[in-house]
Structures are given as C-alpha cells and as structure tokens.
C-alpha cells in the first residue's frame, strides 16, 4: 500500500507561481513512474507531466516551457514547479504513483489562479 500526500496548493495570480509536492510513504520502488495530473470542474481528468525513475519527462502541451516536474527517491517525492501561471491553470492536481505493483493517487490539492 501507498499513501500519497500533496501539498502546495493555493490561490495566486495569474503570472504567479507555485510548488506542488508530494510524499509517499510505503514500499516505493524507484523503478516507477510518477506524475502530475489535474481535473477542473466538468473535464476530464488530464496529464500534467511525468518523470520515470531514469529521468524522462513528459509534458502536456499546456505544460511545456511553464512547468518543471521532478523527483527526489531518496525522499519518495515528486514536485511540479509551476511558473506563469494562467487561469486556464485552476483545477484541482492530484499527483500519481505507478510501478508493476502499485498505481496510487493523491487525495488531490487545489490550485486556483485570478485572473
């Protein structure tokens, strides 16, 4: 079992930014992929960004050159740095573990961007 746990979330101005991040505890395997994804009022829920355990990030378009994903496996984190924020941006982000043994959500954090 993985528990995941994010925080970060919060209300800014659009042109602002935030960090998300995430703590799992639990058996982690570092041979996993971890993400970010989001889901705003009446849309699917969407991928963000992931980063695999040898490093490869994969952005959404919306997402690339304005948010940076990484990972620490010594801590078992993920972290979203998101910069020039837009109100398209609000949505509630929920980050993702995904291994041959486990696929574990975060109970999600919200992030709100004023126009």
């Known amino acids: 079992q993985v528990h995941l746990v994010e925080s970060g979330g919060g209300l800014v101005q659009a042109g602002g930014s935030l960090r998300l991040s995430c703590a799992a505890s639990g058996i982690i395997f570092r041979a996993d992929v971890r993400a970010w994804y989001r889901q705003a009022p009446g849309k699917q829920r969407e991928l963000v960004a992931s980063v695999t355990n040898s490093g490869y990030t994969n952005y959404a378009d919306s997402a690339k050159g304005r948010f940076t994903i990484s990972r620490d496996d010594a801590k078992n984190t993920v972290n979203l740095q998101m910069n020039s924020l837009k109100p398209d941006d609000t949505a509630v982000y929920y980050c993702?573990?995904?291994?041959?043994?486990?696929?574990?959500w975060g109970q999600g954090t919200q992030v709100t961007v004023s126009s």
């Open positions: 993702n573990f995904r291994s041959y043994l486990y696929d574990s």
